[in-house]
């Protein structure tokens, strides 16, 4: 099972980009949906997080009252909404998904991945 996360893009700083994940084979209300990102050379970077049903979200430090992480469990589909963006945030963003209730926020909990989408800001 693999994941589709799109909408990455160049933007500029300031601006706002709203990524999406879909996730064709899941039974998607059953599973918690985090975003990572990734710079180049380095380990992926637990973003943002949502439990099953919507209770349960949260958030990285560095993205606190930027982005925001939602989901349509009628559309199988998670959002991460970005806001204020900065060029640190340039990366490649993934979505994933792990069952059972714990709120991980480390790479190894996730079972199943989407491919990244890249997002680039510029200054």
């Known amino acids: 099972v693999q994941l589709q996360a799109s909408g990455g893009g160049l933007v500029q700083a300031g601006s706002s980009l709203d990524l999406s994940c879909k996730t064709p084979?899941?039974?998607?209300?059953?599973?918690?949906i985090a975003w990572f990102r990734q710079y180049p050379g380095e380990d992926r970077e637990f973003v943002g997080l949502?439990?099953?049903?919507?209770?349960?979200?949260r958030y990285s430090d560095s993205v606190k009252g930027r982005f925001v992480v939602t989901r349509s469990n009628d559309k199988r589909t998670a959002y991460l909404q970005m806001n204020s963006l900065k060029p640190e945030d340039t990366a490649v963003y993934y979505c994933?998904?792990?069952?059972?209730?714990?709120?991980?926020?480390?790479?190894?909990?996730?079972?199943?991945w989407g491919q990244g989408t890249l997002v680039t800001v510029s200054s």
């Open positions: 994933a998904a792990k069952t059972s209730s714990y709120l991980a926020t480390r790479v190894v909990y996730y079972d199943y």
């Open positions: 084979g899941l039974t998607f209300k059953d599973y918690i």
């Open positions: 949502i439990d099953q049903d919507s209770a349960n979200i």
